[in-house]
């Protein structure tokens, strides 16, 4: 952080924290942000509107406009606060221009688990039917409840009546970046299946705190030589646990350099004392 270009950015920063709505907005003019993070702050509008530039610099926040007033939102939002999406509303702030292209990860793993929108509407997160969500639209059925039935999808409530083609294959859905490096990463372990199971999103939220870059190094470190799964253990509960385990200490598994500047595998590698490592 820009702690020692400006003190009150960092201070600034941990405040915005707090009195951000549950999607990460906070107004952007400099004198009514400080009246919503710190109102007894001793700081000019000046000041404050610095601040906030140091902040956009780091990458720590995105300014925006709608309506002619100015807005901001925190980068990365529901990295550092954990958001209950079932009981989140609509935001009181309009929505940053990449909103419909790029909502959060936890929002849309929500919306996929809770597919009735009776009770959970894109309206109701500022999202459209057209919005694009991992590769496959979530259109709206409000207060509609679809029942299949030989070879029709019937829409209840007085609705009209869809015929489903039962011989069309299914279409494959589109993983994210984060979602594709977790399945090379349990491909890894030569598995068969696909990686699915309660804890998905911890390994999401692992994913997203190191960068896909070190999960892809510990896959390719896996794949040389799987460690077999112990008898009678469930796969994915296994995985689950090597993979944060990895995450959390990956000194434990990355190649080190010895005094000469070669490089070594770490001693959990199956190459440990074979010499340099190739990943």
């Known amino acids: 952080m820009a702690a020692n270009e400006n003190g009150l950015a960092e201070r600034l920063f941990y405040r915005m924290l707090l009195a951000a709505d549950d999607y990460g907005r906070l107004p952007g003019d400099p004198w009514l942000l400080k009246a919503h993070t710190g109102p007894l702050l001793n700081n000019s509008e000046g000041e404050v509107a610095a601040?906030?530039?140091?902040?956009?610099?780091?990458?720590?926040?995105?300014?925006?406009?709608?309506?002619?007033?100015?807005?901001?939102?925190?980068?990365?939002?529901?990295?550092?606060?954990?958001?209950?999406w079932s009981k989140v509303g609509e935001s009181e702030f309009p929505a940053p221009p990449d909103w419909q292209t790029n909502p959060p990860i936890s929002l849309v793993e929500f919306l996929e688990k809770h597919p009735d929108r009776r009770y959970f509407s894109l309206k109701r997160y500022g999202l459209t039917s057209e919005v694009n969500l991992c590769g496959q639209p979530l259109m709206e059925l409000e207060g509609s409840l679809e029942v299949e039935v030989e070879g029709e999808v019937e829409v209840e409530e007085g609705t009209t009546k869809a015929r489903a083609d039962?011989?069309?294959?299914?279409?494959?859905?589109?993983?994210?970046?984060?979602?594709?490096?977790?399945?090379?990463?349990?491909?890894?372990?030569?598995?068969?299946?696909?990686?699915?199971?309660?804890?998905?999103?911890?390994?999401?939220?692992?994913?997203?705190?190191?960068?896909?870059?070190?999960?892809?190094?510990?896959?390719?470190?896996?794949?040389?030589?799987?460690?077999?799964?112990?008898?009678?253990?469930?796969?994915?509960?296994s995985f689950c646990k090597q993979f944060k385990d990895a995450m959390n200490r990956p000194w434990e598994w990355q190649p080190k350099s010895n005094k000469s500047g070669k490089t070594i595998p770490a001693r959990k590698d199956a190459k440990y004392g074979k010499g340099r490592i190739q990943l």
Do not use: M
Request: charged share 30%.
């Open 51 to 84: 601040a906030i530039s140091c902040l956009e610099e780091h990458g720590l926040i995105a300014r925006y406009k709608a309506g002619g007033e100015d807005y901001l939102v925190l980068v990365n939002y529901d990295r550092y606060q954990t958001t209950d």
């Open 166 to 237: 039962t011989d069309a294959p299914p279409k494959e859905k589109k993983l994210t970046p984060i979602q594709q490096v977790i399945e090379d990463a349990w491909a890894a372990f030569e598995f068969e299946g696909k990686p699915s199971g309660k804890g998905y999103s911890g390994l999401v939220d692992a994913v997203q705190k190191v960068g896909i870059p070190l999960v892809r190094d510990w896959a390719a470190i896996i794949k040389r030589k799987p460690p077999p799964l112990k008898e009678g253990a469930d796969r994915w509960k």
